[in-house]
């Protein structure tokens, strides 16, 4: 148990819809990390939030957004959403500020059906 | 441009192999950060290991050693004495700061079978 929570496991919705993700970080980490991971696409790194402020992007769409609250939990926000958004969605967690220079812990991912 | 290539998409190696995973990466910045990941059946990700471009000392953790050599810009992953957990699909990931701000590509994968 890597100690990062994510929920719901699973979510299935229809296309234009819109759906939110949730992460919460393992005790003690202030990084918060999204990545998809679809059969087209492959792995790719979303967003990383750190103690609240977003801290570096890769390939998130526009139709995405997500934030990071007080407490430090995460929340991945989907709208609009396409049969290709249909994808596994993991959260990592991590001590420090600077992205991708620590040790990164995952959740168990979300998996989201678009249909 | 940032480039991660797995070139083995499946291995299959018999229980008490080793095996070797190959990475090779490109990238323009001097400063990057090499990774290795392993997703099992159950499919959570789990981080292995990693190496800034600085430091090429080879690491080596129980059944598990890495060979990083930037003269041929390649990381490689080799399991001694496979077992059948090892078992798993292998990700190879760079992050550098292409175009000014730090990202992450990530290999295709290499899928390992480990038959008992």
């Known amino acids: 148990d890597s100690g990062v929570t994510q929920t719901p496991k699973h979510l299935i919705t229809a296309t234009g819809q819109r759906v939110t993700l949730r992460c919460s970080p393992r005790?003690?980490?202030?990084?918060v990390y999204w990545y998809q991971q679809s059969l087209d696409q492959g792995l790719q790194f979303l967003i990383q939030?750190?103690?609240?402020?977003?801290?570096a992007k890769g390939n998130i769409l526009e139709r995405f957004s997500a934030q990071q609250f007080p407490d430090l939990h995460s929340e991945l926000n989907l709208s609009s959403l396409e049969l290709g958004d249909s994808a596994l969605y993991f959260c990592?967690?991590?001590?420090?500020?600077?992205?991708?220079?620590?040790?990164?812990?995952f959740g168990p991912g979300t998996r989201l059906t678009v249909l | 441009a940032q480039k991660v290539t797995q070139a083995q998409t499946e291995i299959s190696v018999v229980e008490k192999e080793d095996v070797t995973l190959d990475c090779v990466y490109e990238?323009?910045?001097?400063?990057?950060?090499l990774f290795w990941y392993k997703q099992p059946p159950s499919g959570e990700l789990v981080f292995l290991i990693r190496?800034?471009?600085?430091?090429?000392q080879n690491e080596i953790s129980g059944r598990y050693s890495w060979n990083f050599q930037k003269s041929t810009s390649s990381f490689n992953f080799t399991i001694t004495a496979s077992q059948v957990v090892d078992s798993a699909v292998y990700f190879c990931?760079?992050?550098?700061?292409?175009?000014?701000?730090?990202?992450?590509?990530f290999g295709t994968g290499t899928k390992l079978q480990v038959i008992p």
């Open positions: 990592a967690s991590s001590a420090a500020r600077d992205s991708f220079t620590d040790t990164q812990y």
């Open positions: 005790s003690g980490d202030l990084s």
């Open positions: 939030y750190y103690n609240g402020e977003e801290r």
């Open positions: 990238t323009r910045d001097t400063t990057y950060y």
């Open positions: 190496r800034n471009s600085f430091d090429e």
């Open positions: 990931a760079l992050s550098d700061k292409s175009g000014g701000y730090q990202k992450v590509t």
